[in-house]
């Protein structure tokens, strides 16, 4: 009689299950292709470590991270149990008498503990802690998940006390099932479905963070427009989200009170998925203010536990935004400086000749230099940042580097890309791959991390190869080389990363080395090293006419957060970052000084 | 004889008309000037003060807002009467819209941005920027008369107009319009910038930096302005502060400005505020920091306390 009732339950919440996946499974599959297994080995290395390994999840939130590391691993220490019990309730097979089957349940006892402390823990965080990333309101499904769980563990226990033969014991295995049978169908309309999704988000996210595809205008790819526009990815993101609301704790516009919270654009995505409207335009269902409010920071993406991918939505909802002429129009005054004159600034190019000859660079020759150095808009035209370009220069001729720069350079197209005007960005592409092709450099140096990002990697799949690094890098490449000027007074800095350096490019240590190197104590800020608090500039914030609306300005925020290290200076390594916190500290008015990398190390460095 | 096409609004005059008839003036021979539009009376006889032969005023319902198609089938209708050898207009939006389709519907030459006129024997030569205003081009009508010509802004002195001894006569011109025949048709007209302060129209402005150090000392950059007729403008954090209004900053989150002089006290330089005036003609620089980036774009530049420097150039300005 019971295995008669078991397997009708089986049949009945299984298949309660299956259609409610195979619903999802079918929105993914109609969905255009985006599916990349590239790097298959870092792909299934990453599985490991990240959902094995738990490492996302813990690294972000410790406590709460290894508390759901001990629900998780518990599942899978149970998973034989589970199977086993069913198994012989179904009346297929039973080991369930087994010896082994015995030392397995010992085994089993302590997991049940620490699952139990795990999942107390994280239903005391999730309705009386309750932090903002969570959301407002407490989910109740998610408590009763949680006690679902409780119940699994106490009626496992219970099994040491109470005999499986009775009627108790009989109770007790019925609750234990019944509990699994529910969980069964729960999951897949919940957040729960990571548990089937998770290990395919992550096998399937890009091993480069912010990688976009290519638009091809031969094809008339115009970006994504409306909701059957998002690709398999998006659509798989949007069912394993978990809403635990790392990215929107990590989001600097959110963290600046902006419309956009990176979370509620994937809460979005799957409710319009469910609701089936697909012929919904992005920039409605985001909001066109939320979608170019976002720096392309890529903290949302990396501190994911679950590999949802934010930024190919919001850069491909903005590439179809600008190919309807949506864009804001100071990105409309940008692009034009683009278009007509290759930098961002709109300057002449012949303020970035008269740079280049009073600060004596030769024309790349590969047969006389050993680098090419990459100006940047920043380093051809911003007189302030070529202090920083001339340190670097004197730094480089010092220990006879020989360098030399392109006759002509235009804008790697990073700020149209991110802002998702792909036409200028390919265009600019493919004129500066021409022309790097034909100077034929080895070794690219800059000191600019978005051209690191944007030559090193989205020129790649054009086909263009080169080695490209940060100054930071190569400079601390001669680490022997540079003695600190003893004389120099000791100095206590805070280095803030740029996030295109730090969290995109990795490049923590060596401006870290470098800092150490000419005696410098460096304070490192809260949210630094691969996961920075970004300084608001990138996805074309520069140019944004009112950083400070809605809410606060995220340069405040940042310059705030690195004040409170105590240190009297900051220290970055980026162009844009230099602007936006050199604007913050003067419209504060702030008592901090912020100075470029190789402007400190050129200050404090032994003239040879 | 040269005809001047003065340009109205609702009724109101446009500065850069005075500095056509001060062109025309200056041109030598009979002057004579046109206004077109609904009710412009008033417009007639403040322009009598001039010294011409006569204004004609062109008075039409049709003409009430300007419209492409309406002002040129005016103008036109009038240069059929009046046959003028030159025809000046400002190089205002406004011209820069119908006076080339003025010029197109009766096949006549137009020379536009004008900004100065010379005599070659008895033929009138016009000065015009060529490659965005790098190189000047002296240009010659071969044309049949009249020719159609724009004064760009700046290029000539309101204050130059010679008055006359007595009003001159004001003359009625009635014209034929076909208002079906307008294609356009004007929407309430709306303010493109919030701003209450147009700097984008100063010919002089004077920008204060963070070198000024307090509220207090803005008086000094204050009386600086007053004596040189400038405007007053600020690098961002001064309006981040309050201390000018948030529509007196000049750069990327402000306003873009080109004036004809632009004096920096105290502003460093950076490219956030550069990108906003780089375009001025002349660029004075006054700072103590002989590094700082904004002399990379000054025409002068000053390394000098701006507490010495200012007063000291006021003073002068004023004697
Ligand atoms: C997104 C964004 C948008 C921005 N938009 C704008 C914008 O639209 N407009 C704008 O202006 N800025 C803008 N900024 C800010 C800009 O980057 C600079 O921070 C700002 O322009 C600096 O203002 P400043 O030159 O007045 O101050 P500082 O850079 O502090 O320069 C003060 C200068 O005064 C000089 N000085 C000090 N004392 C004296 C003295 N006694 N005599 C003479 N000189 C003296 C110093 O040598 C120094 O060069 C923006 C920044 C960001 C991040
Ligand atoms: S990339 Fe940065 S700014 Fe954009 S949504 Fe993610 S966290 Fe927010
Ligand atoms: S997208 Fe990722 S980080 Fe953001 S709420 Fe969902 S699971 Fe958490």
Known sequence: MDTLVLWLLVLVFAGAFVAQVAARVRLIAIAPNTFEITHPATRVARVLVEVFGQRTTIRERPIAGVAHAFVFWGFIAFAPYTASEFLAGLGIVDVTDSGWFAAYRILLTPCAMAVLLGILFLLVRRTIIRPAGLGTNVSIESVVIALFITTLMATFLLTWWIDESTTAGRINWWVHVSVILGFLALIPGSKHLHLVFSPITWFLKSPTLGNLPNLDFEKEEVGLETVKDLGSKAVLDAFTCVECGRCQVNCPAWGAGKTLNPKTIILQTEEALLAGTRDRALVDLYSAQALWQCTTCGACENQCPVGVEHLPILIGARRGAVSNGHAPDYLGAMYNNLERRSNIWGLSYGEREKFVETAGLETFDPAKHDVLIWLGCAGAFDADYQKSMRSLFEILRAREVRFGVLSKERCTGDAARRTGNEYVYQELATANIETLTAAGPKTIVTSCPHCVKTIGDDYRTFGYRVEIVHSSVYIAGMLNELQPDETAPASTVTYHDPCYLGRYGGTVDEPRALLARMNAQVNDPVRSRDNPSCCGAGGGLLFADKEEEPGTRISDMRLTELQKTGASTVVTACPFCSIMLKGAQASRQADVHVVDLMTFVNGRVRKL | ?319
């Open chain 2, 1 to 319: 004889m040269i005809l001047v096409v003065a340009e109205q609004r609702g009724g109101t005059l446009n500065r850069a008309s005075w500095e056509a008839l001060a062109c025309a003036q200056q041109m030598g021979g009979e002057v004579s000037v046109l206004v077109v539009g609904a009710g412009v009376d008033a417009v007639a006889r403040e322009l009598s003060a001039a010294d011409v032969r006569d204004v004609v005023v062109v008075n039409h319902t049709a003409l009430a807002d300007y419209t492409a198609d309406g002002y040129t089938a005016a103008v036109t209708d009038v240069l059929s009467r009046i046959t003028p050898d030159v025809v000046l207009f400002p190089h205002t939006y406004q011209a820069r819209d119908f006076a080339p389709k003025v010029a197109a519907r009766l096949n006549r030459v137009a020379i536009t941005d004008v900004v100065a006129v010379k005599r070659d024997g008895d033929r009138v030569v016009f000065v015009r920027p060529v490659f965005q205003g790098k190189l000047l081009a002296d240009v010659v009508s071969e044309g049949d008369a009249p020719c159609i010509v724009t004064v760009q802004a700046g290029a000539f002195q309101a204050a130059a107009v010679r008055r006359g001894a007595s009003a001159a006569p004001i003359r009625q011109l009635d014209v034929q319009i076909d208002e079906a025949a307008i294609r356009q048709k004007p929407e309430p007209p709306f303010q493109e910038s919030r701003q209450a302060v147009d700097l984008t129209q100063a010919e002089r402005i004077v920008s204060v930096g963070r070198g000024i150090k307090e509220q207090a000392n803005i008086a000094i950059a204050q009386q600086l302005a007053d004596a040189m007729h400038a405007e007053l403008a600020a690098s961002r954090p001064i309006c981040d502060a309050g201390w000018l209004p948030m529509d007196r900053q000049v750069g990327s989150s402000g306003q873009t400005v080109a004036p004809k002089l632009y004096v920096a006290l105290g502003i460093s330089g950076a490219i956030q505020h550069l990108v906003g005036m780089k375009g001025s003609q002349t660029i004075v620089a006054i700072n103590n920091d002989r590094d700082a980036p904004i002399f990379e774009v000054a025409d002068y530049g000053i390394v000098e306390d701006l507490f010495e420097m200012v007063p000291a150039l006021t003073a002068a300005l004023k004697s």
